[in-house]
């Protein structure tokens, strides 16, 4: 919700961001339930950032979201990775197939399709933690 205008409308969504606010406020025991019901009519009879204002001033503000370490995928990752998992797919029926046909009665595909699977996790693993590389000019250490 942005402050540099508090005489422009809000929107839906500025409006529930305040009344989540509200609602764990509640749930924290920082408002009493009769407080926070009021509180929430006011959040949505609200039409101004102004009118949200005052609702949430004696409030702490919400704690800052937790950065994420892993990196998104780009779409060359995505790639090689879903060509990865296609190929152990394709071998993990191939070794179902024969194990259907085969004589052998354990199964005795389970360990390569574990690897197989564990092949796919790690590298799914190893590149969400790569650091992606900086912005031209930067040095990044790796």
Request: cysteine-free.
């Amino acid at each position: 919700m942005s402050t540099d205008h508090p005489t422009l409308r809000i929107s839906d969504a500025e409006r529930e961001t305040v009344a989540v606010r509200i609602r764990d406020a509640a749930a924290e025991g920082r408002l009493t339930l009769e407080e926070a019901d009021e509180r929430q009519q006011a959040v949505y009879a609200a039409r101004t950032a102004a009118d949200l204002e005052p609702l949430t001033a004696d409030l702490p503000a919400p704690p800052a979201p937790v950065p994420s370490r892993r990196a998104a995928l780009t779409p060359e990752a995505r790639r090689r990775l879903l060509v990865h998992a296609g190929i152990g797919a394709a071998f993990a029926l191939l070794f179902l197939i024969r194990w259907v046909v085969g004589p052998v009665p354990f199964f005795w595909p389970a360990g390569p399709l574990f690897w197989i699977a564990a092949s796919v996790v790690a590298h799914y693993l190893w590149t969400t933690r790569r650091r992606q590389p900086s912005a031209p000019g930067t040095t990044a250490s790796r």
